[in-house]
């Protein structure tokens, strides 16, 4: 389909194990999103990019959590050594400029048993 | 400290009535602000905005209020319909800003 795309939908790992979660964006759309929405919680910024560059990554919890976009397209989150906090469901949004509307993927949710 | 707030987490409705949603914020800096609707394994999609130079925007069924004054934002959805049926999110923003803020949700359920 035309919208963001990700995968995998659902993602379960054991403690201290390495994750990686792919975002596959709106052909087009130069800036892309990381939000983490935890259960009972609205999302919560992670990272920002405009083209391949982050822009602001202010949002990644700590040196765990890591993010590229190579070629300013598809996008790959990975969180090292995952703990059972980092359980939640990880959402991509891209949109066409830096302050046009989010365009949301279903999100990978991540169990961390 | 969260800077939106939903206090509602549900809020159950007639089909055919009104739903009223509300949203507080404390950041006085905020001045963008937009309604998200998400369905179960969905991701949220936008539903409409308001810029903090107006009080109220309309799109359909769908209208927002913003009182300045008071920091608080509504969501009114007339008439409702089962399809309204959602958890609906609040966030704001600076508009020089690309980060959104959000509430913890609302889970709106009509009633047949």
């Known amino acids: 389909g035309a919208g963001v795309s990700q995968t995998p939908s659902n993602k379960v790992t054991e403690k201290g194990k390495y994750v990686e979660l792919r975002c596959d964006p709106i052909s087009g759309h130069t800036a892309l999103y990381w939000y983490r929405q935890s259960l009972g919680q609205g999302p919560e910024f992670l990272i920002y990019?405009?083209?391949?560059?982050?822009?602001?990554d202010s949002g990644l919890p700590n040196d765990r959590f890591f993010a590229v976009r190579p070629e300013g397209s598809v996008s790959t989150l990975k969180i090292q050594r995952t703990e059972r906090g980092d359980s939640a469901v990880y959402l991509c949004a891209s949109s066409l400029k830096s302050s046009g509307e989010l365009f949301f993927g279903e999100g990978s949710r991540l169990t961390v048993l | 400290d969260q800077q939106v707030k939903q206090n509602s987490p549900s809020l159950s409705v007639q089909e055919g009535r009104i739903s009223i949603l509300n949203c507080d914020y404390t950041?006085?800096?905020?001045?963008?602000f937009l309604w998200y609707k998400k369905y179960p394994a969905e991701g949220p999609t936008f539903l409409i905005s308001?810029?903090?130079i107006k009080d109220k925007n309309e799109d359909g069924r769908f209208t927002v209020f913003l009182n300045k004054s008071a920091k608080h934002l509504s969501l009114h959805i007339v008439p409702s319909q089962p399809g309204d049926s959602a958890v609906y999110f609040c966030?704001?923003?600076?508009?020089?800003?690309?980060?959104?803020?959000w509430g913890a949700g609302t889970k709106l359920i009509i009633k047949p």
């Open positions: 950041n006085s800096m905020f001045d963008y």
């Open positions: 308001i810029s903090s």
């Open positions: 990019f405009q083209g391949t560059g982050a822009a602001d």
């Open positions: 966030a704001a923003t600076r508009q020089s800003n690309y980060q959104l803020i």
